[in-house]
């Protein structure tokens, strides 16, 4: 079975810190996803990424970054976290058949 | 006009009934289409992709309608484990890179 981890289910953080959310793939998915998912709003996608090292805008990309060394991994960076910034985020991986494949996600709290 | 609607329901369905919805999308090229299934405070799962000539999985029956730009999804026998919201997802090809919009859901509650 596919696997997405990402690294924490619950994250609460202070206004203005920098925040991590790692994510990890164990398929060599060339495809991985952000998105945040906030009641009323959907699924939103944040940034993406189709191969190492390259990195594509999402819908909702400001204030956020993402890095991808390794074609596993795919981190998503809250530069200066805000309140509007709470939400819920899932990382998703996909192959080329374009079936995504998430991970349980991220409850962050931004206080 | 989103590119990907969905009826928020709602659905309240007996069980063993049958339900079914639709989702509109707005970019006629649009290739790829898949439902998922999202449980309660869980991550969304591939329920299944949708075909151009209809697909069936058990239970579960999806087509897809290219002249009205609509899929559909209909459940058979509902389940009391059918509760869920169901993600419409599609590919409007209209960037590089897989970039797969979601509609907003529609909710089922199936009822005892």
């Known amino acids: 079975d596919v696997k997405v981890t990402q690294s924490s289910r619950y994250l609460v953080k202070r206004t203005g810190e920098k925040v991590f959310l790692e994510c990890v793939q164990d398929m060599d998915h060339e495809n991985m996803f952000w998105y945040r998912q906030d009641p009323g709003l959907g699924l939103r996608l944040i940034y993406f990424s189709y191969d190492v090292k390259m990195k594509e805008k999402g819908d909702i990309p400001e204030g956020y970054s993402v890095s991808r060394e390794k074609k596993e991994r795919f981190s998503l960076i809250l530069e200066s976290a805000s309140t509007n910034q709470t939400s819920m985020y899932l990382c998703?991986?996909?192959?080329?058949?374009?079936?995504?494949?998430f991970g349980s996600g991220t409850q962050l709290s931004v206080l | 006009r989103k590119e990907v609607e969905q009826d928020p329901g709602p659905f309240n369905v007996p069980e063993g009934a049958t339900v079914a919805f639709n989702c509109t999308y707005s970019n006629s090229a649009s290739q790829s289409f898949f439902w998922y299934r999202q449980d309660c405070r869980k991550e969304p799962k591939l329920l299944m992709s949708v075909y151009s000539s209809g697909n069936e999985d058990g239970r579960f029956t999806a087509q897809l309608n290219r002249a009205s730009q609509y899929i559909s999804l209909l459940i058979r026998d509902s389940k009391l484990s059918d509760s869920a919201t169901y993600l419409c997802v599609v590919n409007p090809l209209l960037a590089a890179g897989n970039k797969l919009t979601f509609g907003g859901g529609t909710r089922v509650l199936v009822k005892p």
């Open positions: 998703a991986s996909s192959g080329q058949d374009e079936k995504l494949f």
